[in-house]
């Protein structure tokens, strides 16, 4: 009886889990859709810290690169997210916009897809000194999941004029 | 003498048409050109007549080295030729005076004049005049596009505005009325050797005088104009960015990711 009431019990179990199985493995497929955040820093600088959202990297004369993706539950498109990055950084906060480009990436787990993005060259005195602030915005291509992707680099003077080719070079291989 | 009294008159009459300052105590019948001096009266008349055609035809500017050389006899007609570029199209015997005015925020106002004076100073340009936040600099016209478009990336351009004056007809004036002044004077050198009565040569002198001065004064007008060609002005008036009060100021974003970045937020966190 009792071996029955154990075979009957597997056999139950087995069952859900074939019926459940593809719906669970389809939320995992679904999850993973999101792919980790990835960018090669250039020579010079050292990775910090790195997460499936996060790259920190510093080079030896302190210029800091931060490389983050962030949900964007608003699902905004590139020129409202530079209109509001603009905004805050210009009207807010009193930074210097010293240059802006259009960016595009690819991106994706094929990379098949490309973002779109915008590059913002700004100054600004903060802490007793000046600092250039360069940031790269990426607005994932598809937007009802809404994912931005922003690549900052923070330095100043001459260090920082230095590195500015490297960085872009290495913006250019950000996937998210 | 009393030709060589005549010639003097007539030759005032000659420079003032040619557009040298007229002196009105000089007045002569014309009829006095049918004496025995009139080759060489002729000759001045032919002299600042042919300078005005050779000018009119095509001219660029002249060196200060040129223009000194117009003292020397024939010189000027050596540079004249030297101007005469027959084949040339009109546009580029242009001469023109570049000016522009840029209005730049920038983020440290101290930094952004020095690199600005830095550029100025690595381009052969100078400081011409400080007021306030705005500097006045000259730079070599060639390189005027060039120094413009580098200022603009010191910070956000606020305003902008840029000027090509062009002096082509007031540097031709210039010169025919050079060219004239001086084969002028060179006709009343030789006219004074030939003078022997007092009065004429009083009389020649104190025309060569006037004449001396009016080339100098040309040559002067001249060299200030090519000057205002050769270098080009530029003017920047630099802005600090709008202090943000405590008042006037968010303290936070609406959107979560925008109060997450810049240059405080990056240093905070490494």
Request: hydrophobic share 40%.
């Amino acid at each position: 009886m009792c071996s029955i009431s154990s075979k009957s019990f597997s056999t139950q179990v087995v069952a859900i889990l074939a019926r459940v199985g593809p719906i669970l493995a389809l939320l995992a497929t679904l999850g993973g859709c999101s792919s980790p955040l990835r960018m090669t820093p250039p020579e010079g600088f050292l990775i910090l810290e790195e997460s499936r959202t996060e790259i920190k990297a510093a080079s030896s004369d302190s210029i800091l690169l931060w490389a983050r993706s962030f949900d964007d539950p608003y699902a905004g498109d590139l020129d409202f997210w530079s209109s509001a990055l603009y905004n805050e950084l210009v009207e807010q906060r009193g930074y210097t916009l010293i240059s802006e480009q259009p960016l595009h990436v690819e991106q994706g787990a094929d990379h098949g897809q490309v973002s779109a993005g915008r590059e913002m060259l700004f100054q600004v005195t903060t802490h007793g000194a000046v600092y250039s602030y360069l940031v790269s915005l990426f607005v994932a291509a598809e937007a009802d999941s809404g994912e931005i992707c922003v690549v900052e680099l923070v330095g100043q003077g001459e260090g920082f004029d230095r590195t500015l080719d490297d960085v872009r070079r290495a913006i250019m291989t950000v996937r998210f | 003498m009393k030709h060589i009294g005549f010639c003097v008159v007539l030759l005032l009459v000659t420079t003032s048409c040619a557009g040298l300052a007229p002196n009105a105590h000089h007045s002569l019948s014309m009829a006095a050109a049918r004496d025995s001096d009139s080759e060489a009266l002729a000759g001045i008349v032919s002299a600042g007549t042919d300078a005005g055609r050779a000018s009119s035809s095509g001219y660029t500017v002249l060196s200060p080295e040129a223009l000194d050389d117009l003292d020397q006899p024939d010189a000027g007609a050596a540079a004249r030729h030297d101007n005469t570029g027959t084949d040339e199209e009109p546009q580029s015997r242009r001469l023109l005076i570049y000016t522009a005015h840029l209005t730049i925020r920038v983020a440290n106002l101290d930094s952004a004049e020095d690199r600005f004076l830095d550029l100025i100073e690595a381009r052969g340009g100078y400081l011409e005049r400080r007021e306030n936040n705005t500097l006045t600099c000259r730079v070599p016209a060639i390189d005027f596009e060039e120094v413009l478009e580098e200022t603009k990336t010191f910070g956000t351009v606020i305003a902008q505005n840029r000027e090509a004056q062009d002096v082509s007809r007031q540097h031709l004036d210039l010169s025919i009325r050079l060219d004239n002044a001086v084969a002028a004077r060179d006709r009343l050198l030789e006219l004074l050797e030939k003078a022997t009565d007092v009065a004429d040569l009083l009389e020649v002198e104190r025309e060569l005088k006037r004449l001396t001065e009016e080339i100098e004064r040309l040559k002067g007008e001249l060299r200030f104009l090519e000057g205002r060609i050769a270098l080009s002005t530029i003017s920047v008036t630099f802005n600090a960015p709008a202090r943000i009060t405590q008042r006037s100021r968010r303290f936070f974003s609406r959107f979560e990711w925008i109060n997450r970045i810049g240059v405080e937020y990056v240093l905070d966190q490494f």
